[in-house]
């Protein structure tokens, strides 16, 4: 081989390591395209040197430009997000936003605007310019400050940070150098978002769920369709976050099946209680109205029955206890005696009305819970047994004036206290006397249902009253009294 064809051997391998290596440094200087991913963009704040924030046109002009460049960058699917409670990641509402929109990539971004910033004005045209004799008119030239911070969806964990100067100018030309500029930025700091974990819902769902567990456990006072939104709303959110994890699942093979039986059970959960509030929501609609069931009673007795009910006037007196509806079952049980159950929605407002001052919250040591706000309800409804027609079947008025009477106290959320109803008509003197409950049996959610004694006979016999002990065990679990005070929405304070 000569000199001259090994100088050319030479000079070509060099060629080819320049072209190759130009074209590596070319690849080098593209960002990695991301058309399977989902970025969202947050504008948190948009502020003038002195603090004061940028108007709505601006905000969405400078939101729309950074958007526009982020999809054309990355290629990918460009989700604008508006977070609430200024922007704080860790708010339920957020968390829920961020996961139910499956963010990978997400940008939240600050600008710092010199004073006098609008959205700038189109270069001028020569046909203006001639308008104009030739007098270019003047634009604002001052530096803008962009911070946008990138976190991965997954688990909102911060991977870069892109700051970067664009100088004002003609639209045109400053659109061009924010493009420009971002995309240099994003080279050095953000090349491949492919190489971060993606979204990841079981997460969200997680947070939200034991967020909710937290909120439910730490309320002092019964759940009831006042405050079961602020308390039970993230359920939902959960419930929705982990039916979206469950379907990733299906499409995975590793640990599917342990992890479908868990997800299951939260999406359970979640679900009974986002039910309440639909429940609550239903219940708004309701009005007062009395109706009565008459069971297996022959239908031939259903007239002079209801002709009790309306001489006794009770009615107009359960409307003073409710305004949603009064269900009164009659039933004949295994020993041939009939019953009356009264089901009436309880009401915590009213009856704190009537008992704030009257009666105690504590009394010898003991919670108090005093029923005598519904003593003329019961009284009542032990009248009912002498009301009959007097036409009305000797054995109809025989099983009447003998007949089972209770009373129960129904809520939406927490549960029934039943309360055994009794006493005995005085003709001649035209009243009642009224055998007082002294105990009453608790069905509350997740409980087994429960018959409670009052725990003071003292305090029985001296003012009818029912008496309960301490609401909390010494590791902190809830004590069957400490149900029923919360039943009533009464303080606990022993």
Not at 188 to 199: D, G, L, T, V
Not at 407 to 420: D, E, M, P, Q, W
């Amino acid at each position: 081989m000569t000199m001259s064809t090994r100088f050319n051997l030479v000079l070509v391998f060099l060629l080819l390591s320049l072209v190759s290596g130009c074209a590596s440094h070319d690849q080098d200087l593209e960002v990695q395209l991301s058309g399977n991913r989902n970025m969202g963009v947050f504008l948190k704040k948009v502020s003038y040197e002195d603090g004061s924030p940028a108007s709505a046109e601006t905000s969405d002009y400078l939101k729309k430009l950074v958007a526009d460049s982020i999809r054309e960058i990355y290629s990918a699917n460009l989700i604008e997000l508006n977070l609430g409670d200024d922007g704080l990641l860790e708010s339920a509402d957020n968390l829920y936003l961020i996961g139910n929109n499956s963010i990978d990539d997400l940008f939240i971004v600050e600008i710092k605007l010199p004073d006098g910033f609008q959205p700038p004005p189109h270069r001028p045209t020569d046909e203006h310019l001639d308008q104009m004799n030739g007098a270019v008119p003047s634009i604002l030239k001052a530096p803008i400050e962009f911070s946008l911070s990138i976190l991965n969806g997954e688990k909102l964990r911060s991977v870069a940070e892109l700051k970067y100067i664009v100088e004002t100018n003609y639209k045109e030309d400053f659109e061009q150098s924010f493009k420009n500029t971002m995309k240099q930025k994003a080279l050095e700091n953000f090349k491949n978002p492919n190489i971060y974990p993606k979204s990841d819902p079981l997460h969200f769902a997680t947070l939200l769920y034991n967020y909710s567990t937290k909120t439910e456990s730490d309320q002092k006072i019964a759940l009831n369709c006042g405050n079961a939104f602020s308390l039970l709303k993230h359920y939902a959110q959960a419930r929705d976050l982990f039916v979206k994890s469950k379907d990733q699942v299906a499409n995975s093979f590793a640990g599917q099946q342990e992890r479908a039986q868990d997800l299951n059970a939260k999406i359970e959960d979640s679900n009974q209680k986002a039910e309440v509030l639909d429940l609550c929501e239903k219940d708004k609609t309701l009005q007062f109205s009395m109706s009565v069931d008459f069971g297996t009673i022959n239908p031939e007795n259903h007239e002079n029955i209801s002709k009790s009910f309306q001489r006794a006037q009770l009615d107009k007196l359960l409307q003073q206890y409710t305004d949603k509806p009064v269900k009164l079952k009659l039933s004949i049980d295994q020993s041939n005696e009939l019953n009356l159950l009264v089901e009436l929605r309880f009401d915590p407002i009213r009856y704190k009305k009537w008992t704030t001052g009257r009666i105690p919250d504590l009394m010898k040591g003991y919670h108090v819970v005093g029923l005598d706000p519904y003593y003329p309800l019961m009284q009542t409804l032990v009248l009912t047994r002498y009301l009959l027609p007097p036409e009305s079947p000797k054995p109809l008025q025989i099983s009447f004036q003998k007949m089972n009477i209770s009373l129960v106290f129904k809520t939406l959320l927490n549960g029934s206290v039943h309360l055994g109803v009794d006493g005995r008509y005085i003709p001649n003197q035209k009243m009642v006397n009224l055998a007082y409950p002294k105990s009453l049996i608790l069905s509350s959610p997740k409980f087994e249902k429960l018959t409670i004694d009052t725990r003071s006979e003292e305090i029985f016999q001296e003012k009818g009253w029912l008496t309960f002990g301490s609401c909390k065990t010494l590791d902190g679990a809830s004590t069957e009294d400490g149900l029923v005070m919360k039943f009533f929405d009464l303080p606990c304070k022993i």
